[in-house]
């Protein structure tokens, strides 16, 4: 069997990554260990950017149904803080989902482009040469691709047989999280929390009588079995005093804070993406965002080589602007971890950036960090809106996102005069002289960045070139 892409994995990031090549027309296998969806019903939030870019592909209708909103305050290691105000933004909000109802999504949209999704298979080796990857899977099977995408989680199959280090800090300590009902009042609930200085414990409400709960696992010592009821029950014991009639949980884990970043994100043909490239601490909810945000700035550079119009260091930018993107997630988490320790010295610096975060600026930045919408990448010198992620403003024909389903390139031109000549079969052009921008004209990367602004059509042809192609 011949095709352009196997991906490992379909989870979130391979199912997304999946998708953003079908739009491309890339032939795609999808292999996937589990016969069945996970049974742990664990809810994750879906923060801003991503947010944005199921918008550009015009999933979001369909997403939010399942969820629940909520603000994007209070994000970084759990400070209370006020939700800042993005008027530019009709999605500066979190969305709580089951884990497995968008994968579910997301896998069926794979499916629906046309993906080939086979579960019950992995990735048992691999041989790649100057033409293609020789993969082979779990049944006996070869398969010849273009390239092989390692998506397949933290203990990455691909990442061990590539031979990419996965350096960091193994796990120093363990956390229990879960969401299960309590038969204490919330009153009392609420009382009692207040009394307790432990950074990583909480009852949150959820909704419906259903709580959010963290307690430190300390004394839960079999890691190879899942987490019981009596053992949060024991820990919120030993914790708060009490266990708050706990009961029917929804779903219950353990994590550990550990941090580890591939040392490259490609090896020849093949590549890696979402956990298989990077792990750490859920603080901040900010690891199934990663991924699926890594999926989208892959896709359309994987796509464009497969089709054979990519640029020369096109594909090379992938781990250049997403390692970085990684690293510092890596670091954010560690100061999250740090300012959870029940400690002294991290207690007193938790609560100097509690104060901190009543300036607006300070919360905003931590916000913004969290939630992705900060990311700048790196694509030379230029105005400050270069690399950044353009939001989805209103323009005389709907909203801009509307415009980037197809996951191309967008010209967006208030003065009419431009044109994306020879680059059209990869770049739309939409002319809007009433568009809200910043700069007369924009040109739009696929995974909705600023790659150009301006008005000369001479820069603008170079920055088509870097992007898109010089043999258009």
């Not at 968008?102 to 080939?116: F, H, S, T």
């Not at 049944?139 to 990455?156: K, N, P, Q, W």
């Not at 709960?213 to 010592?221: E, M, N």
């Not at 010209?411 to 007369?440: C, I, K, N, Y």
Request: net charge negative; proline share 8%; hydrophobic share 40%.
């Amino acid at each position: 069997m011949n095709v352009d892409v196997v991906i490992a994995g379909c989870g979130p990031t391979g199912a997304m990554l999946a998708a953003e090549l079908r739009l491309h027309g890339v032939r795609v296998l999808v292999v996937e260990r589990r016969t069945e969806p996970s049974s742990m019903v664990r809810i994750v939030g879906l923060h801003m950017r991503s947010l944005e870019l199921l918008a550009m592909r015009g999933l979001l209708d369909r997403i939010v149904p399942h969820g629940r909103r909520r603000p994007i305050g209070g994000l970084f290691a759990a400070i209370p803080a006020p939700a800042p105000e993005y008027p530019d933004s009709p999605y500066a909000f979190l969305l709580g989902i089951p884990q497995p109802v968008i994968e579910r999504l997301l896998e069926e949209r794979a499916v629906a482009l046309g993906a080939d999704v086979r579960h019950g298979r992995a990735v048992t080796g691999f041989e790649q040469d100057g033409e293609g990857v020789s993969v082979e899977l779990d049944d006996g099977e070869t398969v010849r691709a273009g390239f092989l995408i390692g998506c397949d989680g933290a203990r990455s199959t691909v990442r061990k047989l590539l031979g990419v280090g996965f350096p960091g800090e193994p796990s120093r300590s363990e956390t229990l999280m879960g969401e299960m009902r309590a038969s204490m009042p919330l009153e009392e609930i609420a009382a009692r929390v207040r009394d307790v200085r432990e950074p990583r414990f909480w009852v949150r409400p959820f909704g419906e009588g259903v709580y959010s709960v963290v307690v430190p696992a300390d004394g839960v010592s079999d890691r190879a079995e899942p987490p019981t009821i009596e053992d949060f029950r024991r820990r919120l014991h030993a914790v708060a005093g009490t266990d708050f009639g706990v009961y029917e949980p929804r779903w219950m884990s353990r994590f550990g804070d550990a941090t580890r970043l591939a040392e490259r994100y490609r090896a020849g043909r093949v590549l890696l993406a979402g956990d298989a490239a990077h792990i750490h601490p859920p603080i901040g909810g900010q690891g199934l965002n990663l991924g699926i945000q890594d999926a989208v700035n892959l896709g359309w550079k994987l796509a464009a080589q497969v089709s054979g119009w990519a640029p020369q260091p096109l594909l090379d930018t992938y781990e250049s602007e997403r390692r970085p993107v990684a690293a510092d997630v890596l670091e954010n988490t560690r100061a999250q971890a740090e300012l959870l320790s029940p400690e002294p010295g991290p207690r007193a610096v938790r609560a100097l950036v509690t104060e901190l975060m009543a300036f607006d600026e300070v919360n905003r930045h931590l916000v913004e960090k969290i939630t992705a919408i900060g990311v700048r990448y790196d694509l030379g010198e230029g105005p400050d809106l270069l690399g950044r992620r353009m939001p989805d403003i209103e323009l005389t024909r709907g909203r801009l996102y509307d415009h980037l389903r197809r996951g191309r390139g967008l010209l967006l031109d208030r003065t009419g005069r431009l044109t994306t000549g020879p680059w059209s079969d990869r770049v739309d052009h939409l002319p809007d002289p009433g568009a809200h921008l910043a700069e007369p004209c924009v040109l739009l990367r696929p995974d909705g960045h600023i790659a150009w602004t301006g008005t000369a059509q001479p820069t603008l042809d170079t920055a088509l070139s870097r992007w898109f192609g010089v043999n258009a």
